[in-house]
T-cell receptor, first 114, second 115 residues
Framework: GENVGLHLPTLSVQEGDNSIINCAYS??????FIWYKQESGKGPQFIID?????DKRQGQRVTVLLNKTVKHLSLQIAATQPGDSAVYFC?????????????FGSGTRLSIRP | GAVVSQHPSRVICKSGTSVKIECRSL??????MFWYRQFPKQSLMLMAT?????????EQGVEKDKFLINHASLTLSTLTVTSAHPEDSSFYIC???????????FGEGSRLTVL
């Protein structure tokens, strides 16, 4: 079946540094990708998304890069803050016969060193 | 942004009983709702896709007779875990969107503990 996976399960970053979280996806037909942040005991929170016709999209302190050639997605967080500590998931939109569904990757835990 | 509400946020039940979890879209009409399950330190696994007025589409390996999903209106979907067992203990999360694609809005999750 479809699978969206991550290279690193945990990432420790010095406060103030930039964080880069990577994700590999397997479905070349996916047309939409999303990054979510999940804090303990809560539902996923939308961070940023990107459609397959784009290579890069920037938000506030976050940038998503999409490389369709190697089916790779990354999330860059600038000037990482303690509040960025969470688990980050990439997800992809996969189309079925008449509708689409969002499938999640395995997640990366981001921890911030003071 | 859009708000999706889940209730209850926590529930404890005895083995063999059934538990119902509600998912409501508060400020938009959710033509499609999704139910996910998340075990500790794992990712969200899609259980089923629910379209208003039609039967839910279950993912492979998810028992439709055990996890009953009803999407009776454009603002409400329910997940009923029937004859719950300890292995059903998990974090259940719903999400909703308007239309066939686009951004999902997630609820805060419901933690089920089966004793």
């Amino acid at each position: 079946g479809e699978n969206v996976g991550l290279h690193l399960p945990t990432l420790s970053v010095q406060e103030g540094d930039n964080s880069i979280i990577n994700c590999a996806y397997s479905n070349s037909a996916s047309d939409y990708f999303i990054w979510y942040k999940q804090e303990s005991g809560k539902g996923p929170q939308f961070i940023i998304d990107i459609r397959s016709n784009m290579d890069k999209r920037q938000g506030q302190r976050v940038t998503v890069l999409l490389n369709k050639t190697v089916k790779h997605l990354s999330l860059q967080i600038a000037a990482t803050q303690p509040g960025d500590s969470a688990v980050y998931f990439c997800a992809e939109n996969i189309w079925g016969s008449s509708a689409s569904k969002i499938i999640f990757g395995s997640g990366t835990r981001l921890s911030i060193r003071p | 942004g859009a708000v999706v509400s889940q209730h209850p946020s926590r529930v404890i039940c005895k083995s063999g009983t059934s538990v119902k979890i509600e998912c409501r879209s508060l400020d938009f009409q959710a033509t499609t709702m999704f139910w996910y399950r998340q075990f500790p330190k794992q990712s969200l696994m899609l259980m089923a896709t629910s379209n208003e007025g039609s039967k839910a589409t279950y993912e492979q390996g998810v028992e439709k007779d055990k996890f009953l999903i009803n999407h009776a209106s454009l603002t409400l979907s329910t997940l009923t875990v029937t004859s719950a067992h300890p292995e059903d203990s998990s974090f259940y999360i719903c999400s909703a969107r308007f239309g066939g694609s686009g951004e999902l809005f997630f609820g805060e999750g419901s933690r089920l503990t089966v004793l």
